[in-house]
């Protein structure tokens, strides 16, 4: 672990490679920044972390703050809180190798924050279950997960936000949406995998419960086999 300290932000550079890591991180001001690739501002390179029953904790409180990387999440447990307005959260896990059995505990606490997470990448990826509460207004954030066996509960607080979710390839899919809030664009789209043996049907489930006022909700969920 590289960490480097500038005028206006903090910086962490992380290759990580092995099993059983507990990983703490709690950074506090403004652009702080857990690499991996950034460029023009700073920080190029690493946050390539791969791995078996993992365990880490990120706490990131101020504005500007930045997390990018390459993860793969084998048995892994995270816990991720960010706290302040126009954060980025930016991670793509499993494109270089399975990521199974994770559990994924998220806060996003905050204005104006932006997030893309690409989960799966029809790699290997099974059994996630993943609770997300986001309390703030006018962020901005697309996720997809491509894994079998996806529980995935999460609470929108806030008004005028932008999120986009794809939930698929998965035989048992469910997602729990609860959303208060006003001026916002949701799409959500669901769509069942290949069947595991001897199983004649896969099925999605998504439970909603929607509290807002001019708002445009697209939900799409359709099998396998469908275009």
Request: aromatic share 8%; charged share 20%.
């Amino acid at each position: 672990i590289y960490a480097q300290a500038a005028s206006t932000d903090n910086e962490i550079l992380l290759d990580q490679s092995g099993d059983t890591l507990t990983l703490t991180v709690d950074q506090v001001g403004y652009g702080n920044k857990l690499c991996g690739t950034i460029a023009s501002g700073v920080c190029s390179g690493d946050w390539i972390f791969t791995g078996t029953t993992n365990t880490f904790d990120i706490d990131m409180i101020g504005n500007l703050n930045k997390i990018f990387g390459p993860t793969i999440l084998d048995s892994s447990d995270v816990d991720l809180k960010l706290t302040g307005d126009s954060n980025s959260w930016d991670w793509n896990v499993g494109y270089g190798g399975s990521s199974d059995s994770a559990v994924m505990d998220v806060e996003i606490l905050g204005d104006s924050n932006t997030f893309d997470i690409d989960w799966g990448y029809n790699a290997s990826s099974e059994r996630l279950d993943f609770d997300l509460l986001i309390d703030g207004d006018s962020n901005n954030w697309d996720i997809n997960i491509d894994a079998d066996d996806v529980t995935w509960n999460f609470d929108v607080l806030g008004s005028s936000n932008d999120f986009a979710l794809t939930q698929k390839d998965g035989s048992d899919q469910s997602m729990t949406v609860e959303w208060v809030g006003s001026n916002g664009d949701v799409d959500i789209m669901q769509q069942s995998g290949t069947c595991p043996t001897g199983v004649s049907s896969c099925f999605g489930v998504i439970n909603a419960e929607f509290d807002s006022e001019n708002a445009t909700v697209n939900i799409v969920q359709k099998d396998a086999g469908d275009s």
